[in-house]
């Protein structure tokens, strides 16, 4: 009888332990969430602070990621909690390429303490919104080169261009009053010939003369948003009979 109640105990101390055991593993697994990719978009469209997760590798993340986004390899996950996740209540949502690697990085991450990790798979099965660094950085034409041209003490240059608008600066140093108007023409280099550019009217038709004190500079913007999109290549703004040479190229 007293064998029978050893065994008895024994067992009971297999299931508890068994259970203990079970409950613990449990609760590991549950440390976070696999979701599926239709939730994790639903996620993505309604809340405000999350955290999108890519675990593959720098070149993978470049050739192509969801949209927003962050790279994080798997394999840079250590023992430390990362810098770029310092809110570990935040809700992130974590993928790779298949979903093996977004699994693995998942339970790192469960086991550095963030509490809100949601899995969902990977982004050969993505639907959703995607980009790359060939989309983020898209080719814009930029100033290049340019040259102030001086005379008579008055100088002028062309001294940026963004989205259409060409900044023109003008200075007297004449030791007069100058007058001027807007009236500019602006030609394009091909070959070793100049052609004129049908530059539009300005729009807020500001052609008519101003003055420019001794020792004044101002700057003009001209929109010459009509003519895009512009070649790359030298170009020459001309104004009350001076002239201005400058470059235009696309950024890479």
């Known amino acids: 009888m007293k064998r029978h109640g ?35 978009l639903e996620i993505m469209q309604k809340e405000q602070n999350i955290m999108i997760l890519d675990v593959r590798t720098e070149q993978e993340y470049a050739d192509e990621h ?34 093996n690697r977004s699994k693995q990085a998942a339970q790192k991450l469960a086991d550095l303490g963030y509490t809100n990790i949601k899995e969902f798979g990977g982004i050969n099965t993505w639907t959703g919104p995607k980009e790359s660094y060939s989309d983020l950085i898209r080719p814009i034409m930029m100033l290049d080169a340019h040259k102030s041209s001086e005379t008579d003490g008055i100088s002028i240059e062309v001294t940026g261009y963004s989205k259409g608008m060409l900044e023109v600066t003008l200075q007297n140093q004449s030791g007069s009053t100058w007058q001027y108007g807007e009236a500019f023409e602006l030609s394009r280099k ?3 010939e100049w052609h004129t550019l049908p530059l539009p009217e300005p729009k807020d038709k500001d052609d008519v003369s101003h003055e420019l004190a001794d ?24 104004m009350n009979g001076m002239e201005t040479m400058f470059t235009l190229v696309m950024s890479e």
Request: proline share 5%; hydrophobic share 40%.
């Open 6 to 40: 050893i065994h008895f105990i024994q067992g009971i101390s297999a299931v508890i332990f068994s259970l203990l055991f079970t409950g613990c593993s449990s609760a590991a697994q549950n440390s976070w969430q696999s979701i599926s990719q239709a939730e994790a």
């Open 66 to 99: 969801i949209s927003g986004a962050v790279n994080l390899p798997n394999e840079s996950i250590g023992t430390e909690p990362p810098a770029l996740l310092p809110d570990k209540d935040q809700v992130i949502l974590v993928y790779c390429r298949s979903g």
């Open 190 to 192: 091909q070959g070793n």
């Open 215 to 238: 020792g004044a500079k101002i700057v003009l913007h001209r929109d010459i948003s009509d003519l895009e999109p512009l070649e790359t290549g030298e170009y020459r703004l001309s």
